[in-house]
């Protein structure tokens, strides 16, 4: 049984991967589930590339399709890492919290988006290994918008009409005041 990959393992094994634009149809489309019985690439040294981009692009998470790969997975920021193949979300609580989400399809767009507080998850490690985990918190919320990436739902088709148009506006406003320092 393989442990989970450290820091010093990720930063030799790891590939890193370009971003693809976020006009790309591949972060529209649902993935489908890895097959670990006839894996179209190995899922050990999947798990080292989406880490080492990950943490490359100063991600909280990063799905694979979001750097082109259309593997049903996802790498969370944790010690260590955290990736997750095939996830279900299994629980919900009924409790939301609306909070500012970013991502790296989107750079320096941030929508307040209202996410349940509390899941309860199934997911498949890169070894094989089936667990099952309840995330709170930033990590709940975390695993929520890699798994909407998986489903082909982009974190901007959950927000308000008003939550948009103001980070939109305040996108604006940033990248002109960013003009006017350089």
Do not use: W
């Amino acid at each position: 049984m393989n442990e989970p990959m450290s820091d010093e393992e990720s930063v030799q094994k790891g590939n890193i991967h370009n971003l693809v634009p976020d006009s790309d149809p591949i972060l529209s489309q649902e993935l489908p589930k890895f097959d670990f019985d006839n894996p179209a690439t190995d899922p050990i040294q999947l798990a080292y590339d989406l880490v080492e981009s990950m943490r490359h692009h100063n991600g909280l998470g990063l799905s694979a399709n979001q750097i082109g790969l259309p593997y049903r997975a996802f790498a969370m920021q944790a010690v260590p890492a955290i990736v997750c193949f095939n996830p279900k979300v299994i629980d919900e609580s009924s409790e939301e919290i609306m909070l500012e989400e970013g991502c790296l399809s989107f750079p320096g767009l941030g929508i307040k988006i209202k996410r349940p507080r509390h899941i309860k998850v199934r997911y498949t490690e890169p070894n094989g290994n089936v667990v099952t985990r309840k995330f709170t918190g930033m990590a709940a919320r975390c695993f929520l918008h890699e798994y909407d990436h998986m489903n082909g739902t982009k974190y901007i088709d959950r927000a308000s009409f008003i939550q948009k148009e103001i980070a939109l506006k305040r996108q604006k406003k940033l990248a002109k005041l960013k003009r006017v320092f350089r």
